[in-house]
T-cell receptor, first 111, second 111 residues
Framework: DSGVTQTPKHLITATGQRVTLRCSPR?????VYWYQQSLDQGLQFLIQ???????AKGNILERFSAQQFPDLHSELNLSSLELGDSALYFC??????????FGSGTRLTVV | GQNIDQPTEMTATEGAIVQINCTYQ??????LFWYQQHAGEAPTFLSY????GLEEKGRFSSFLSRSKGYSYLLLKELQMKDSASYLC????????????FGTGTQLKVEL
């Protein structure tokens, strides 16, 4: 157990729908990062939050949004889902400049 | 922009040594990480280099040359369980601190 908790582990939904992925960071970590990993693709950075504030934005679609709450958990909202959004979504947390600890990921399948 | 290159695939024999190379061109460099990722699972931390030179940790070693924008991961006494994807990632500072990942090297260990 890495200490970073992601739910749900698996999600199957239809095109056009909206889903919310949840992440609880490791205790003491203020930064939360979201990444998307499509089949045979590398980890693509989506967005970073630090202590409730957005810090960096990557290749995140306008249909996607995220937030970090006062208790530091974060949610990634994906709307108007398309088949191409099917991927593994990872959350990671960090305390300093020593890399991340990843959650186990959410596998999203859009049908 | 950021550019990280590593070979797509490598094959090696159980008990042998393999070296996985990574070259990068980035701004705001603040360290290089190697992660291991088994299919469908979360990446797990292997090593971190911020200064030039070799860092050794058991069967795994990682080398960094900042002037050349080059790193390698050395795996000794290969085991079947080492079959996985190995991700090179650069820690970027400025505009939010984050890891930028290469697309990964899929290592297959054969008998």
């Amino acid at each position: 157990d890495s200490g970073v908790t992601q739910t749900p582990k698996h999600l199957i939904t239809a095109t056009g729908q909206r889903v919310t992925l949840r992440c609880s960071p490791r205790s003491g970590d203020l930064s939360v990062y979201w990444y998307q990993q499509s089949l045979d693709q590398g980890l693509q950075f989506l967005i970073q939050y630090y202590n409730g504030e957005e810090r960096a934005k990557g290749n995140i679609l306008e249909r996607f949004s995220a937030q970090q709450f006062p208790d530091l958990h974060s949610e990634l909202n994906l709307s108007s889902l398309e088949l191409g959004d099917s991927a593994l979504y990872f959350c990671a947390s960090a305390r300093s400049n020593y890399g991340y600890t990843f959650g186990s990921g959410t596998r999203l399948t859009v049908v | 922009g950021q550019n990280i290159d590593q070979p797509t695939e490598m094959t090696a024999t159980e008990g042998a040594i393999v070296q996985i190379n990574c070259t990068y061109q980035t701004s705001g460099f603040n360290g290089l990480f190697w992660y291991q990722q088994h299919a469908g699972e979360a990446p797990t931390f292997l090593s971190y280099n911020v200064l030039d030179g070799l860092e050794e940790k058991g069967r795994f070693s990682s080398f960094l040359s900042r002037s050349k924008g080059y790193s390698y991961l050395l795996l000794k006494e290969l085991q079947m369980k080492d079959s996985a994807s190995y991700l090179c990632a650069v820690w970027i500072t400025g505009g939010g601190n984050k890891l930028t990942f290469g697309t990964g090297t899929q290592l297959k260990v054969e008998l």
